[in-house]
């Protein structure tokens, strides 16, 4: 079992900077692909990132493709989300979750999800 615990969110202007970070519990953390979701109030919970077990291969939602950009280290059980060049857009609470299985933009592939941390972009 892989419990995440995310961290990192806050509030920032926009076109700043932000690195979330989400720590996993359990020994098949390395196994496990990764992802980073995120819901906005009133919308519904939406697809963000995802990472390979090895870390080798990444996959955006094309609304963060060029800003954000998804990593992880295994030796710490930990997946990052840098978040540049934010927007307004982007507020909202984000998600770490561990993929189970399926495709890799679903929500409903996924298991074992975090609290979530709150991101808002405002002047």
């Known amino acids: 079992q892989v419990q995440p615990v995310e961290s990192g969110g806050g509030s920032v202007l926009p076109g700043g900077s932000l690195r979330l970070s989400c720590v996993a519990s359990?020994?098949?953390?390395?196994?496990?692909?990764m992802g980073w979701f995120r819901q906005a109030p009133g919308k519904e919970r939406e697809f963000v990132a995802a990472?390979?077990?090895?870390?080798?291969?990444?996959y955006y939602a094309d609304s963060v493709k060029g800003r954000f950009t998804i990593s992880r280290a295994n030796a710490k059980n930990t997946v990052y989300l840098q978040m540049n060049s934010l927007k307004p857009e982007d507020t909202a609470v984000y998600y770490c979750?561990?993929?189970?299985?399926?495709?890799?933009?679903?929500?409903?592939?996924?298991?074992?999800w975090g609290q979530g941390t709150q991101v808002t972009v405002s002047s």
């Open positions: 359990g020994r098949t953390f390395s196994n496990k692909v």
């Open positions: 990472i390979s077990s090895s870390g080798g291969s990444t």
């Open positions: 979750a561990v993929h189970y299985s399926g495709s890799y933009y679903y929500t409903g592939s996924y298991g074992y």
